[in-house]
């Protein structure tokens, strides 16, 4: 049990300690100048045994800083003196330097890694990307979102989940990345890294690397009704600001292919985007607060997202 020592009784032990440090320090230098044995005459006197353990400056240090650390008087701690003289430790008043509290440490949080498919119900080479996005979607650690896009709809089977949104939004990537013209089936994971055609070993590694990159933003969902509440802080904070993107999607549909490259197929599509817009910016200086309309039973995403579009710096889903 911890021993409380009165406001004065604490100075005087303070005192105390210190004088006799100061004096047990000055006894080991004057008898440290005497052959093995010798002892200090007077009223000052000690042990030669005292006066060795003495003149190590950091035993006696530990011995009175022990003791009033115990008390909860002060902490010790080294000082740099002049070299000169074999005392070189003093006793500090000054209070501990504080620790940084849980309130300013970094955020440290791992996301789900965000998959954009960009797919057509027209296209030949697609059904195989579409049957790899339903496999990975499986995945605590992916959001896989299928956007069926417009601009093959001319050859002969117009893609029902196509918007002309998808198309602009995978025409965005293209001139981020400096390219020319845009393909399907192309991925894009995390924002950043481009797959085009099957590629499932690239895709599989691209997703362990980008999950293991911790994001410094926190992001909770929480369903409330036909509203979704969305908070979110970053600690540092952003260095570049962020959009705020909600996205719905439809867990699965199956359809039959009746004319067009696939004609004669029946191909089931996972997680079909029916709905992406923007909703907020955020500079990632302070913490964020929205209550945004959801109804409805489709699936729900919230994404930040750096423009461009650039990387996804956080996302989470609602099943």
Same mark, same amino acid.
């Given at each position: 049990?911890?021993? =409380?020592?009165?406001?004065? @009784? ?28 010798? =002892?200090?005459?007077? &009223?000052?006197?000690? $042990? ?7 003149? %190590? ?10 003791? #009033? ?8 701690? $080294? ?11 003093? !006793? ?39 049957? !790899? ?6 995945? /605590? ?11 093959? /709809?001319?050859? +002969? ?39 085009? @055609? ?7 590694? !691209? ?11 926190? #992001?909770?969902?929480?369903?409330? @009704? ?12 952003? /260095? ?10 439809? &867990? ?9 490259? %696939? ?14 817009? &923007?909703?907020?910016?955020?500079? +990632? ?5 929205? /209550? ?11 994404? !930040?997202?750096?423009?461009?579009? @650039? ?9």
């Amino acid at each position: 049990m911890r021993r =409380t020592i009165p406001a004065d @009784g604490r100075l005087s032990l303070v005192l105390a300690g210190l004088f006799a440090l100061a004096s047990g320090i000055a006894c080991a230098q004057e008898t440290g100048t005497q052959g093995p044995g010798a =002892t200090q005459s007077g &009223p000052a006197a000690v $042990p030669a045994a005292s006066a060795a353990d003495l003149s %190590n400056p950091t035993t006696a240090e530990a011995d009175l800083g022990n003791r #009033l650390r115990a008390e909860g008087v002060f902490t010790a701690t $080294p000082l740099p003196v002049a070299p000169a003289g074999p005392g070189r430790t003093l !006793l500090s008043l000054m209070p501990p330097a504080a620790a940084k509290t849980p309130a300013e440490a970094p955020i440290v949080e791992y996301h789900p890694v965000v998959i954009e498919l960009y797919t057509s119900q027209g296209c030949s080479a697609c059904p195989p990307a579409d049957a !790899l996005l339903a496999q990975i979607a499986s995945r /605590d650690d992916v959001i896989a979102l299928a956007l069926h896009v417009d601009y093959w /709809d001319y050859i +002969g089977w117009k893609d029902k989940f196509a918007t002309p949104g998808h198309t602009k939004r995978q025409k965005a990537y293209a001139r981020a990345a400096g390219e020319h013209a845009i393909y399907t089936p192309q991925m894009i994971i995390a924002g950043q890294d481009q797959l085009v @055609g099957l590629r499932p070993v690239q895709l599989t590694d !691209l997703v362990d690397s980008r999950g293991s990159q911790p994001s410094h933003v926190r #992001l909770t969902l929480t369903r409330e @009704g036909d509203m979704i509440r969305v908070k979110a802080e970053a600690r540092p904070p952003l /260095d570049k600001p962020v959009q705020v993107q909600l996205v719905r999607y439809r &867990p699965q549909e199956t359809v039959p292919i009746e004319a067009g490259e %696939n004609a004669g197929k029946v191909i089931r599509y996972s997680n079909i985007v029916t709905d992406w817009k &923007p909703v907020a910016d955020w500079a +990632g200086q302070e913490p964020l607060a929205l /209550d945004l309309p959801a109804a409805g039973g489709d699936a729900a995403v919230v994404i !930040l997202q750096e423009p461009g579009p @650039g990387p996804v710096v956080a996302a989470e889903v609602l099943r």
